[in-house]
């Protein structure tokens, strides 16, 4: 009688992602599946050095005998990731005339009646956060850091990249998760696409000013200000601004 597969451990899994650079092997793409080089009839554990990532069409590649075994072993010893110390950029499929960003449980909406580009979230004159609409296309631009500025993910006319230097990096669903140990998550986002994004954890930054995102509430340390329930119907003034 076949043996049943035993399901794979969450902390092999997050071993495998982190000596593969969250994301597929090959192309880098953070969409994956977690893969025995060898095949499971042969091997039948799940060692997370046997293992790698590989995106669904990679790893449709490597099962049909298109991609050889050895270039998949290559590229798990040199992964697509870690060559450049930041992702591959994944497009984020935003669209449509109108958009809804929530920050820490504050809610900005904005429809766009032509194109244009509006600042959401400004910090010393900078937009942070930023939505413009071109040509049919919505497009969402940010940046995210840790508490030590150090940038941990951007995304820039909806191309997301994160760094590679983060303890975990995970795309489960639409939800995003940077985590900085078993317990720190540094950011969570989740992509509503075609037209929101829920924003519960990060920092953003800008001139040496910060805001920290919490699940409830946006916390400015520098001038100890919380900030939560916000609400704001937007014709583009109506973005958050801290000057
Ligand atoms: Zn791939």
Not at 11 to 33: A, D, M, N, T
């Amino acid at each position: 009688m076949a043996q049943k597969r035993p399901n794979i451990p969450e902390s092999v899994k997050r071993q495998i992602r982190q000596r593969c650079g969250f994301g597929c092997v090959i192309c880098g793409l953070p969409l994956y599946e977690y893969e025995h080089i060898a095949e499971w009839s042969a091997v039948k554990r799940h060692d997370p050095d046997e293992m790698t990532l590989l995106c669904p069409t990679h790893h449709a590649e490597k099962t049909r005998g298109l991609l050889p075994v050895a270039e998949v072993k290559s590229a798990d010893q040199a992964p697509f990731n870690f060559r450049s110390g930041q992702s591959e950029s994944f497009p984020l499929r935003y669209s449509g005339d109108s958009c809804l960003v929530s920050i820490g449980g504050s809610i900005w909406r904005h429809e766009f009646t032509q194109d244009a580009v509006v600042p959401l979230l400004v910090i010393r004159g900078c937009a942070v956060i930023e939505v413009k609409k071109q040509d049919e296309r919505l497009l969402l631009s940010l940046r995210v850091y840790n508490k030590q500025a150090k940038p941990l993910l951007q995304i820039v006319e909806n191309e997301l990249v994160f760094s590679t230097s983060s303890w975990d990096v995970e795309l489960v669903g639409r939800l995003l998760t940077i985590r900085g140990g078993s317990r720190d998550i540094l950011v969570q986002m989740e992509f509503q696409t075609p037209d929101a994004i829920l924003i519960t954890r990060g920092v953003f930054a800008f001139g040496g000013a910060q805001i920290q995102v919490e699940p409830d509430h946006i916390h400015l340390p520098k001038y100890n200000i919380r900030m939560a329930g916000y609400s704001a119907r937007g014709n583009g003034g109506s973005a958050l601004r801290f000057d």
